[in-house]
């Protein structure tokens, strides 16, 4: 098995208690790894601490075998390009345009790339997660749920190789979460490497090649897909699992 991201004894503290705790886990390269557990369990912060944009206080984060917190800047500027976030919040700046949203990480990772270019990378993207509104508007402006589109279209801006989706269709109708889904499996089937979150079973069902389950800030249980779809009872345990 390669390694895409591991985690090694990783603790993170916030506001004196341990939320994170000795957390060890390699994410396969290629998969897609589910984060499932209660409400405040710690899959966010373990997402964000993966993502390498939270500093663990104690232990490594490894990109391809390589420790994020000692990276050089080009190296770190790589994995930057490589990997994208849509956050649970979808965190998008609030006093940008959604076009200056997206166009920022083109200008960013591609500086040479043309206007015209990122116009119609970003044409496309727009199109294709069905974000139908204005891009001339300020996040403040959308719906959750339109916040989450634009946040899914930024994330694939650059064609990450290495996806973190933290609870990426809440908020959104079916078919809108169902189109996002149909997308992700796209991703999936060309090899992108996938850390999500989620509550949805059916998401489980449709997407993840490998659950964990998070108790607590720890790695409670890990299960493959072929057990949870061979196994009623487990597919009813990890159901349990992802209540709030
Ligand atoms: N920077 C921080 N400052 C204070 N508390 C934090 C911080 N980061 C995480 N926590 C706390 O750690 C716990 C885990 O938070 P986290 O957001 O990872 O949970 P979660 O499993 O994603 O929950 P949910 O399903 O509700 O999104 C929570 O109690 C949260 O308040
Ligand atoms: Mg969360």
Redesign the pocket.
Known sequence: MSCVVELKDVSFW??GRR?VRDFSFPFEEGKTTALI??????????LKLAAGLVSPDNGEVMFRGRDIARMGRQENILFRRETAVVF?DSALWENQSLFQILELPLRMHFPAMSKADREKRIESVVTEVGYKKDLGIRPAGLSMGEQKLVAFARALMCRPGLLYLD?WTESLDHSAAQRLIDMVQKLKDKGVSIIL?T?DIQIIRDLADIVVM?LG?QVFLRLTKEQIDGDEDLGRYVERGMA?
């Open positions: 916030a506001q939320r557990g209660p409400s405040g369990s710690g899959k966010s912060t373990v649970q609870e979150v509550h998070i800030g709030t």
